[in-house]
């Protein structure tokens, strides 16, 4: 098993009163995306300033690569590329400008640099607004140029908190397809957000955080059996649907049947995927006509919900 | 390298937004000039004086000759020669001359008269007649005592001796350092430095200004210590106020006739009080808490030091708390550097200023940097 890019270890911050981050433990594998989610105030950004060494942990470590991450130090931060909530760009300065600038802290200079440059407006989509001053820009704009600042190094480990808070659906869009070409591209991410469609498009493991503290960690399968959540269909029918309901009640793996209303009826089943069939069947069996089926996997809305007893607020 | 980088786009922003240019370079030049040209309008003028001397008569010779003369050819006086009194008070009533003196026929007397405005030359001319006065009264009894006691030598020649004998009493010139700068220098240097205090703050105040914009923490994540970031803030204030007080030393020098000094001396007060500049800002930033605040609370000590530095009139000279408070400013030192620096002097005559304005750097700049290093930090 490859080694983690990223391993945190029992990190713990407090300011006055407030435990912002309590013992919080988590992995990030090679070429992985993983979510931190959580609603704001849930300590997320104070996490991720702990990972780029920004802020002293009171307690715990960061690791990239191996290379313990400290505040003082500036070892192991060229393996990281931060892209941070609020924009953290010149505005007086074009996007390439900005660019150039942000590659010469990290060592790049001259026809290596233009490349790269090059390849991450392509990458952004901002290869023909390059030369326009950032001031210039839209919102959604100043936010991809904000992530291309953050990739342009080449990090082993990119760092993106809430990179979508406040922009239009149409920039929210674009932004999460470079997310997730950069996934895609064997970069291991950290992202970091309170919209859950984003966690669950985005991330193959997500830790779910409240109050400083990991509820949860794991696939969104793993996350959704850790609280026994379980996939929904409903099918309609041409007949009665208590009759249907009566037919498929027993069947196994179906755990609860329920009549919705006089055409349909809902089952709770343990994988949709492998019931499906077999309902549909008892139920050409049974004599009813199948006219629509819906199926609805357990959202991580729901694990939320069922973890922290309270819907993910803003 | 990173602090190059760093300080590289730094000064490209300054010179992009032009506020550095025109309060480092711009602003101050075109005061300087003003200013140069009100205080170089009517210089001061010679004094008109009156004589009224037969020419015959020793004092009437010895003041003629002596310190009227030498008045007359360092362009203080001019002299006017008139026949009688008479003549001397009509040229009094109609402004010809400001004062004048009349030696009597017999040479035993001396009669100063003074214009109506013309209080201080009357004063000097009294003064420098009394003084020739003594001087001839001097020789007369020495001439005399030596008749009295049966001395052979003839009455001129022992006049002769007596005037050609060296004195027994020195006079010296006890000021230390030179006499003073002239007042278009004066004006150069008190705009200069009341600038500097405003000029520094673009580089400094950055820091409050990459922290409101959000790119501190960009900076911070990177390779970069702290320190650097700092430090090539620093090394902007430091390096807009060298270009500003060597531009406008160059500038007056050049274009308006000022004399600073020695170029070793004004180049070690320049790089002090921009030092001395640098601190105060950092210490501003270190307690301000906004961009916004750092700005207004740097222009009030920009202001407060200027004016009791003596950027627009002496402080010093009003004596007491006031004249203390003076000596405690860059303001006061760099002046004062000037001034030491005038006459031809060499760059030593200016270490007193320059160590106290380093003093001053240090006093002010320690804490200040202590207190800044809090605002790198996201």
Redesign the interface.
């Known amino acids: 098993m490859p080694e983690p890019t990223l391993v945190v270890t029992g990190l713990s911050k407090s300011f006055g009163d407030l435990r912002a981050v309590d013992d919080l433990s988590f992995e990030v594998a090679p070429g992985e995306t993983f979510g931190l989610l959580g609603p704001n105030g849930a300590g997320k950004t104070t996490t991720i ?1 702990m990972i ?4 002293s942990p009171d307690a715990g470590s960061v690791s990239v690569e191996g290379v313990p991450i400290r505040p ?1 130090s ?1 070892d192991g ?2 393996l ?1 590329g ?1 892209v ?1 909530q ?8 074009s996007g390439r400008d900005n660019l150039t ?2 590659a ?3 060592g790049l200079r001259g026809a290596p640099a233009r490349e790269r440059i090059a390849e991450v407006l392509e990458t952004v989509g901002l290869t023909e607004r390059a030369a326009d001053k950032v001031e210039e820009y839209s919102g959604g704009m100043q936010r991809r140029l904000n992530i291309a ?2 990739m342009l190094h080449r990090p082993r480990l990119l760092i993106l908190d809430e990179p979508t808070v406040g922009i239009d659906p149409q920039s929210r869009n674009a932004i999460l397809e470079s997310v997730a070409a950069l996934g895609e591209s064997g970069m291991s991410v950290l992202y970091t957000t309170h919209y859950m469609e984003e966690a669950e498009r985005l991330c193959r493991r997500v830790g779910i955080v409240d109050h400083g503290r990991l509820l949860a960690c794991g696939t969104r399968r793993e996350l959704v059996a850790l609280v026994e959540q379980h996939d929904q269909v409903v099918i309609t029918v041409a007949g009665d649907a208590t009759a249907a309901a009566a037919a498929l009640a027993g069947e196994p793996d179906v755990l609860t049947v329920s009549v919705v209303d006089d055409r349909s009826v809902r089952c709770m089943v343990t994988t949709a995927s492998a019931t499906l069939a077999r309902l549909i069947t008892r139920l050409a069996d049974a004599g009813a006509v199948v006219r629509d089926v819906q199926v609805t996997e357990p959202s991580l809305d729901s694990v939320f919900l069922h973890i922290t007893g309270t819907a993910l607020r803003d | 390298m ?1 602090v190059l ?1 760093l300080l590289a ?1 730094d000064l490209r ?1 300054r010179l ?2 032009r506020s550095a240019l025109v309060l480092g370079l711009i602003a101050p030049a075109a005061l300087i000039t003003i200013l140069s040209l009100l205080v170089s309008g009517p210089q001061t003028q010679e004094v008109p004086v009156g004589l009224v001397s037969s020419g015959t008569t020793a004092l009437g010779t010895a003041l003629a000759e002596g310190p009227l003369a030498g008045l007359e050819e360092e362009g203080t006086i001019r002299l006017h020669r008139y026949a009688d009194e008479s003549a001397l008070r009509a040229a009094l009533e109609d402004g010809e001359v400001d004062a004048g003196v009349v030696v009597a026929p017999e040479g035993d007397r001396l009669q100063v008269l003074r214009g109506p405005d013309s209080i201080v030359a009357g004063a000097i001319l009294e003064a420098v007649s009394r003084s020739t006065a003594l001087t001839v009264d001097g020789v007369g009894q020495a001439v005399v005592a030596q008749q009295e006691l049966g001395g052979s030598t003839p009455p001129q020649q022992l006049a002769t001796a007596i005037v050609a004998a060296p004195a027994t009493t020195r006079l010296v010139d006890a000021t230390q350092g030179a006499t003073g700068i002239d007042p278009k220098t004066q004006v150069a240097a008190g705009m200069a430095t009341f600038f500097l205090f405003f000029s520094v703050q673009f580089g400094v105040l950055g820091l409050l200004q990459e922290r409101r ?3 501190l ?10 320190w650097q970031v700092l430090a090539s803030k620093l090394l902007v204030s430091l390096v807009i106020g060298l270009v500003s007080m060597t531009f406008l030393a160059l500038f007056s020098t050049w274009l308006l006739g000022a004399h600073w000094g020695s170029p070793a001396g004004v180049a070690m007060m320049i790089l002090a009080g921009v030092l001395a500049a640098v601190a105060t800002v950092t210490l501003v930033v270190g307690v301000a808490k906004s961009p916004e605040q750092a700005a207004a609370m740097q222009a009030v000590v920009a202001l407060v030091l200027g004016i009791l530095g003596g950027a627009f009139f002496s402080m010093a000279r009003a004596g007491g708390v006031a004249a203390f408070a003076s000596r405690l400013t860059p303001h006061y030192w760099f002046n004062e550097g000037l001034v030491r620096l005038t006459g031809g002097r060499d760059w030593t005559s200016a270490l007193v200023p320059v160590t106290a304005l380093l003093l001053f750097t240090v006093v002010v700049g320690v804490p200040g940097l202590l207190l800044a290093r809090r605002s790198v ?2």
């Open positions: 300033s780029c060494g920004l802020l003082g500036t931060r060229e990281i931060y941070p609020e924009l953290a760009l010149y505005p007086d300065l600038f942000f010469r802290l990290y600042a953050g | 990173i980088t786009r922003a992009r937004d914009q959000g790119t923490p960009r900076l911070l994540a990177a390779p970069i210590a702290p930090r996201p």
